[in-house]
């Protein structure tokens, strides 16, 4: 069955650490993978997209990579601050053609001071 | 959020009643979709539009129909509210196919069913 896997477990890094967050996937052959940011009782953020034929993407202090081989990306932020504290979704489009997005469940990122 | 709007916020309603929450969107967007989140789940998409009168399943369409007459408005009826809908349900917006421009969503509406 397709899956989409992310860290159930919160992250609990220091203030300026890097933060990278994971996200694997099965059964799927997307052609871009996206990454939302969701504070508590708000909607989701897009954030950054990365197509399956870019290895990585920069925005900022964020940083998206896509292996299509180990069918996983990996998300950083540098210099991390705790206004970034919030959960981090991936989500993909399952094929090449119009599809919808499904999202992995995400995972929490605390930055302390 | 920004040119995409949910109501009500938040809806407290009686199993077996129907239900119809709104979207409203500014952007002239094609593409609108209502999710659910629920905690052990994540978002699931329960019904997107492609255009006015194209609507098409998600993976929990069960319960629910929608309706787009209007490019804008795209509205979500439970049509016998039960206690496994209470939830808090996103409706969501894409310029592109295939959402490659990312999806707006909107600030959501928690419904509650007693």
């Known amino acids: 069955s397709q899956k989409i896997e992310q860290n159930s477990e919160a992250l609990n890094i220091q203030e300026g650490k890097t933060a990278t967050l994971t996200c694997n996937y099965t059964?799927?052959?997307?052609?871009?993978l996206q990454w939302y940011r969701q504070d508590p009782g708000r909607g989701p953020v897009f954030l950054l997209l990365?197509?399956?034929?870019?290895k990585e993407k920069r925005k900022e202090r964020l940083k998206v990579t896509f292996d299509t081989t180990l069918k996983q990306s990996l998300f950083h932020i540098t210099a991390s601050q705790p206004a970034d504290s919030a959960t981090y979704l991936c989500?993909?489009?399952?094929?090449?053609?119009?599809?919808?997005?499904?999202f992995g469940k995400g995972t929490m990122l605390l930055v302390s001071p | 959020d920004a040119g995409i709007t949910q109501s009500p916020r938040h809806k407290v309603t009686e199993t077996g009643t129907p239900v119809t929450l709104r979207c409203h969107q500014t952007?002239?967007?094609?593409?609108m979709y209502w999710y659910r989140q629920d905690p052990g789940h994540g978002l699931r998409l329960i019904h997107y539009?492609?255009?006015?009168?194209?609507?098409d399943k998600g993976e929990v369409s069960d319960g629910y129909s929608v309706s787009r007459s209007k490019t804008e408005d795209f509205l979500l009826t439970l049509e016998s509210a039960t206690s496994s809908q209470t939830s808090v349900y996103f409706c969501?917006?894409?310029?592109?196919?295939?959402?490659?421009?990312?999806?707006?969503f909107g600030s959501g509406t928690r419904l509650t069913v007693v």
């Open positions: 990365i197509r399956e034929n870019e």
């Open positions: 059964n799927y052959s997307p052609a871009y």
């Open positions: 969501a917006i894409s310029g592109g196919s295939q959402g490659a421009d990312g999806y707006t």
């Open positions: 952007e002239n967007h094609r593409y």
């Open positions: 539009s492609y255009g006015v009168k194209d609507t």
């Open positions: 989500a993909l489009a399952p094929d090449s053609g119009y599809s919808t997005l499904t």
